[in-house]
């Protein structure tokens, strides 16, 4: 379909994160190391908690699928934006782009409510202990993570058809490292700003939903912390949710940067840093954040190498 010197199907140019960068090639080898190492402690995290029978629970069910699409996410973006630095072809076809930019909404959609609704684990176990079995048996555990990913995909199919039905004139270069909303938003050509007040508003009820049984959890959480009289069980209780206010923290404090803080606050290199910490750090940090910060899982991993160390001597002899 063509409109005048324009084709609304033509490829896009990614210009890269490694740009403006005095170093791209160090650059390049740091983001392919974290990539490597999130894409290895993610998917250690969903063996352990397969393997490990004490960790067949409901929150490490949540929290394996949140490995899951940790190790999703970060495949969307990191393999395109590093081939395109040792290739130098930077094109994303139209298709790719669209695909692209889907998957990103799914997936980020995805982990706001899995996060969110994973706080009412915390909450279930914490205040009603009696209950957890009942509360979250593993049809609920199985019904939260289908709820998770029914939100995300409804963000990407709600958000994505119209966004790539702009008509894309001029130049076809996208100051990111991939096909994000507001950097894409700048190459049409037509009027985006009923466009740009759904997205807004669709941005704010993803965030507010998921933040909102969040509020609600950890503020029951901390008034029954308040009330225990044992200074262990206080120490427990707060040690089970920093983890998850560590990564609620990180993740929806940098989508809030992106999606509902004004125009004037934002510069294409401010943009691209803030991406570049939610899509390429946090999927590394979440499995550290939670393996260092939790004792049954660096005990069922050293479990899991104490069996292999001694595998490898029966196999030796």
């Known amino acids: 379909m063509e409109w005048g010197n324009y084709s609304m199907y033509a490829d896009f140019v990614l210009l890269g994160l490694f740009s403006n960068t005095r170093f791209p090639w160090l650059l390049f080898a740091l983001i392919l190391l974290v990539f490597v190492i999130s894409i290895a402690s993610n998917t ?13 629970t409901p929150m490490y069910f949540l ?47 995805a982990e706001f409510f899995l996060l969110g609704l994973m706080s009412y684990d915390r909450y279930v176990a914490i205040c009603n202990p009696l209950r957890y079995p009942v509360l979250m048996s593993r049809r609920v ?23 790539m039905q702009f008509p894309f004139c001029g130049s076809r270069e996208i100051d990111h490292f991939f ?20 997205m807004y508003v669709c941005c704010i009820l993803m965030l507010l939903i998921p933040f ?3 509020s609600a959890s950890y503020t029951r959480i901390l008034l029954t912390v308040y009330r225990m009289s044992e200074a262990e069980g206080r ?20 989508a809030m940067y992106t999606y509902v803080l004004p125009h004037s606050y934002h510069t294409p290199e401010k943009d691209k840093a803030v991406s570049a910490f939610y899509t390429i750090l946090t999927p590394l940090l979440n499995p550290l954040i939670y393996s260092l910060r939790n004792k049954d ?17 029966v196999a030796a002899f």
């Open 63 to 109: 929290l394996s699928q949140l490995s899951v699409m940790d190790i999703l996410y970060i495949s969307t973006i990191v393999p395109k934006m590093l081939v395109d630095q040792v290739t130098s072809q930077r094109a994303i076809s139209f298709a790719g782009c669209t695909a692209q930019h889907f998957l990103y909404l799914t997936l980020a959609g």
């Open 212 to 214: 909102s049984v969040i």
């Open 179 to 198: 096909c994000e909303v507001p950097a894409l938003l700048k190459l049409s050509c037509s009027d985006t700003s009923a466009y740009e007040t759904a």
């Open 297 to 313: 899982v660096t005990t069922a991993l050293q479990k899991a190498l104490g069996w292999g160390l001694c595998s490898g001597r």
């Open 44 to 56: 250690v995290m969903i063996l352990l908690i397969h393997m490990d029978a004490r960790l067949h």
């Open 141 to 163: 555990c199985l019904l939260i993570v289908a709820a998770a990913w029914l939100g995300g995909s409804v963000d990407g199919f709600l958000l994505t058809p119209v966004m």
């Open 235 to 254: 120490r427990k209780a707060v040690a089970t949710c920093s983890s998850h206010m560590v990564v609620v923290s990180l993740f929806y404090g940098a």
